[in-house]
């Protein structure tokens, strides 16, 4: 991110879903914020949201268990990709192995993790697709 000054940095991104991508010359981005200083307040509430996510999952991967980081991740995953709260499906096809990179685990022991979830009836993971049976007691997992 380069908007303000800052040198660049080598980043990786995959859409989800579909998505539409804008981008700007820092000049052309100080010029949208005079012209419209609310953009410049949403960019502030945005990197605040950042930062405060960020320093939450610093927090979960140096102090919690795979099963704790792994429900924390599955919550995240229903709030932001959920298709209704009856359902429990998590719409983003998520393969083992990038499930366990996001919790900074191997796939052999997140398949250990969500088979002892399965037995619970918590979740259920199949085809690159998980389903959250049980968001209570998932939840009270992630703040154990």
Do not use: K
């Amino acid at each position: 991110m380069s908007w303000l000054g800052q040198e660049l940095s080598d980043v990786y991104a995959e859409a989800v879903e579909e998505a539409l991508i804008c981008s700007f010359t820092p000049e052309e981005l100080r010029r949208l914020i005079d012209r419209f200083p609310a953009v410049g307040v949403n960019i502030i509430r945005y990197l605040s949201d950042r930062l405060a996510s960020s320093e939450r999952e610093r927090e979960i991967m140096a102090f919690r268990s795979v099963e704790q980081r792994l429900a924390a991740r599955l919550l995240d995953l229903l709030r932001r990709f959920g298709r209704d709260a009856t359902d429990g499906a998590i719409d983003a096809r998520l393969t083992q192995q990038e499930l366990a990179d996001m919790i900074g685990t191997s796939r052999e022991t997140l398949a250990t993790t969500i088979s002892s979830l399965r037995e619970r009836g918590i979740v259920e993971m199949a085809r690159q697709r998980v389903v959250v049976l049980d968001p209570d007691r998932l939840e009270a997992l992630a703040e154990s």
